[in-house]
């Protein structure tokens, strides 16, 4: 378990708020709507609490704490990542499969560092952050992406095509809160698991390639900050 904050009153891993307040800021911009947090960690009790209510007093669909699909509980491997949005229209779009904010949901998220998960088992309310939700990014992207608030929609170029500054930025993001994901994943060499500490005394494999994708962002973040300046 990591740091968390809150949104909507609700406990939400910082990683986590992070990502959802560029998401929320995105749906605001294309609707005029805030994105809201109905759910997000669970404590085991809490958790519990809803399966009692679910299960003996007509409470709606919950699961106990120690089944794998209990994706809020903090216990869970998803638990840091999971969160359950709905939005301030008069009719709640965002949680209906097939509603344009559903939609847009759907296909955005991942911009912004979600899965659009709840899709799978019949919750289209339900997100996910694709990568480590209490990494606080040290990288200056994070920094970047903070301060370029006004001019997020300039357009910066990418293998020759142009993007928006805040896709690129995202996307930089993204990759930043990988590698440190990475930095704490064993590698397999030669068919065994090592730890990159190892990897890297041995071969110098792991550094070589971490290397060539910081230079690769770097290359990248200077493009943008240029545009920014
Ligand atoms: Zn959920």
Same mark, same amino acid.
């Given at each position: 378990m990591g740091?968390?904050?809150?949104? %909507?009153?609700?406990?939400?891993?910082?990683g986590?708020?992070?990502?959802?307040?560029?998401?929320?800021?995105?749906?605001? /911009?294309?609707? #005029?709507?805030?994105?809201?947090?109905?759910? &997000?960690?669970?404590? @085991?009790?809490?958790?519990?609490?809803? @399966?009692?209510?679910?299960?003996?007093? #007509?409470?709606?669909?919950?699961?106990?704490?120690?089944?794998?699909?209990? !994706?809020?509980? +903090? &216990?869970?491997p998803?638990?840091g990542?999971?969160?359950?949005? !709905?939005?301030?229209?008069?009719?709640?779009?965002?949680?209906?499969? $097939? =509603?344009?904010?559903?939609?847009?949901?759907?296909? =955005?998220?991942?911009? !912004? $560092?979600?899965?659009?998960? #709840? !899709?799978?088992? #019949?919750?289209?309310?339900?997100?996910?952050?694709a990568s480590n939700p209490y990494a606080t990014p040290s990288f200056? &992207? $994070?920094?970047?992406?903070? %301060?370029? *608030?006004?001019?997020?929609?300039?357009?910066?170029?990418?293998? $020759?095509?142009?993007?928006?500054?805040?896709? +690129?930025?995202?996307?930089?993001?993204?990759i930043a809160l990988d590698l440190q994901l990475r930095l704490a994943t064993p590698v397999t060499r030669g068919g065994k698991k090592v730890s990159v500490r190892q990897d890297n005394a041995d071969t110098n494999t792991f550094a070589r390639e971490i290397l060539a994708e910081v230079?690769?962002i770097? *290359?990248?973040?200077?493009?943008?900050?240029? /545009?920014? /300046?």
């Open positions: 740091a968390t904050t809150t949104r %909507d009153g609700k406990r939400v891993a910082v986590t708020a992070a990502a959802f307040d560029k998401l929320a800021a995105a749906f605001k /911009k294309r609707f #005029g709507l805030t994105l809201h947090v109905r759910s &997000g960690l669970r404590t @085991w009790q809490e958790q519990y609490d809803l @399966w009692v209510k679910y299960k003996y007093h #007509g409470g709606t669909y919950a699961l106990h704490p120690s089944a794998a699909q209990a !994706y809020h509980y +903090e &216990g869970n998803h638990g990542k999971s969160l359950d949005v !709905y939005d301030s229209g008069s009719d709640n779009g965002v949680t209906v499969a $097939g =509603n344009a904010r559903s939609n847009w949901l759907r296909a =955005n998220a991942s911009k !912004y $560092g979600f899965t659009a998960r #709840g !899709y799978q088992f #019949g919750e289209p309310w339900h997100i996910e952050l200056s &992207g $994070g920094q970047i992406m903070a %301060d370029a *608030k006004d001019i997020w929609y300039f357009p910066v170029h990418r293998d $020759g095509k142009e993007v928006r500054a805040i896709q +690129e930025l995202a996307d930089i993001k993204t230079k690769n770097s *290359k990248r973040l200077a493009a943008v900050e240029k /545009k920014l /300046k």
